[in-house]
């Protein structure tokens, strides 16, 4: 073959590949438009979404602290804003969305009437999150310490992922007395409409939610390129060592995940059942190897998941796996008729972890998050009875129905299918 031959060959070649590649970008274009285009027409046709099951609170013991798991905004919200409210020396909250509504300026009311008391206020709110909030709603008192945890950090230009991951906690911590830790952001919605779950911790351990706090504070309060302007939090001992109560840190700054590493472990070693609780289930492949291999040696693994979630994206990703999960005998529980944003998992009776983290790759390898890991049957029976009622709104995805689905459903998923690592 000539040079020449050869040359048109590669040129043709070139173009096939790269109106292969255009042509495929504009396939999946085209087909989340249109599932954006179907989810909204049938949102707006759809009643509210506020009839489900409350599981209502659950208290136990750990070790020496005191733990509550609250499974509805209202009361949750009612006992933030008390603690608040009530507070005498120092308030710390950090929280990934804070509505303009009026649970955010319930919020907003507390925490400036607390600075007003002359408690020490520090907050933290996301400011990727809070885009569509005017920036006027966030009017403090001039003694809060506020951090709006910026959309672009001027360190993503030299070290890459360092200087990447939103701030996507919830943590209330009070006088280093009672701290709250969950899936619960601040806002009206989630007062009524989702079910969720959060913790609440009274004891040494709350020494843990204090420390992730500050680290966060500390690690951001300069500000412009370099210069200080936010007080340093001092940051205090532990005291003490409880191996049952671990709170579980992702800070992309230090380039460490470990929620994935734990989730990991406890799904490895589990041999009786897992009880998973998610509203974003995109999971990797090792941690998908890890529930297929856990339900093939035969242990009862359950995924509780929005059979409707308010992210279309995400609940079609989601969908892609299931054909696996369910020939692995992995349980689909789709949450029925409203949206569940709790992030749990029990495991064994033994194992439970309640936090910020999704099972999806923005909470496992993205983002600033946490989460409780705790060692105890009195904690994990209380969430698996939660999951129990949950269940009970929930029905299950059979390999059959699943099977018999529109095959443009399953085309939208195999095209869909490379934005996984995305979300
Ligand atoms: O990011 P999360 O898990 O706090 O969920 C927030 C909702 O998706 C807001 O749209």
Redesign the pocket.
């Known amino acids: 073959m000539s040079q020449h031959a050869v040359h048109r060959l590669k040129h043709l070649l070139f173009t096939l590949v790269k109106r292969g590649i255009l042509a495929f970008f504009a396939v999946q274009a085209t087909v989340i438009a249109t599932l954006v285009t179907i989810d909204t027409v049938t949102r707006h046709r759809r009643v509210k979404r506020t009839r489900f099951p409350h599981p209502g609170t659950f208290q136990s013991q750990v070790a020496r602290a005191d733990m509550r798991l609250y499974t509805f905004g209202e009361d949750l919200y009612r006992d933030m804003l008390h603690e608040i409210e009530t507070a005498e020396h120092l308030v710390l909250l950090e929280t990934?969305?804070w509505k303009n509504d009026e649970v955010g300026q319930k919020f907003l009311d507390a925490v400036n009437g607390a600075a007003r008391r002359g408690v020490d206020v520090y907050v933290i709110y996301d400011g990727f999150a809070n885009l569509v909030v005017p920036p006027a709603f966030y009017d403090f008192h001039p003694s809060v310490h506020v951090l709006r945890f910026p959309v672009f950090r001027a360190s993503i230009l030299f070290t890459n992922v360092r200087g990447t991951g939103f701030d996507?906690r919830k943590v209330l911590v009070v006088d280093d007395r009672v701290g709250f830790v969950g899936?619960y952001?601040i806002g009206s919605l989630y007062a009524t409409q989702w079910r969720d779950t959060h913790l609440k911790i009274m004891g040494p351990s709350v020494w843990d939610l204090r420390q992730a706090f500050a680290n966060m504070w500390n690690s951001n309060r300069k500000t412009g390129w370099g210069r200080a302007t936010r007080a340093i939090l001092p940051e205090i001992s532990a005291n003490f060592w409880e191996p049952r109560i671990r709170a579980v840190n992702n800070i992309p700054s230090n380039l460490v995940f470990p929620t994935r590493g734990v989730y990991l472990d406890a799904i490895n070693r589990a041999s009786r059942h897992i009880f998973i609780t998610t509203?974003?289930f995109i999971p990797d492949q090792q941690i998908l190897d890890a529930i297929l291999a856990a339900a093939r040696r035969g242990v009862d693994v359950r995924v509780l998941i929005p059979e409707t979630s308010?992210?279309v994206l995400a609940d079609w990703l989601s969908r892609g796996f299931y054909t696996d999960l369910l020939k692995a005998d992995v349980s689909l529980l789709l949450y029925e008729n409203a949206m569940i944003?709790a992030?749990t998992a029990t495991i064994d009776g033994e194992w439970s972890i309640v936090g910020?983290a999704?099972l999806d790759r923005l909470s496992l390898t993205g983002n600033y998050e946490i989460g409780m890991e705790i060692y105890d049957t009195d904690l994990a029976g209380d969430l698996e009875r939660i999951f129990e009622i949950d269940s009970s709104n929930c029905r299950e995805l059979t390999l059959k129905e699943w099977g018999s689905r529109h095959v443009a459903a399953r085309f939208s998923e195999a095209v869909l299918a490379p934005l996984r690592p995305l979300l």
């Open positions: 990934y969305i996507h899936g952001n509203p974003y308010n992210h944003h992030k910020t999704n």
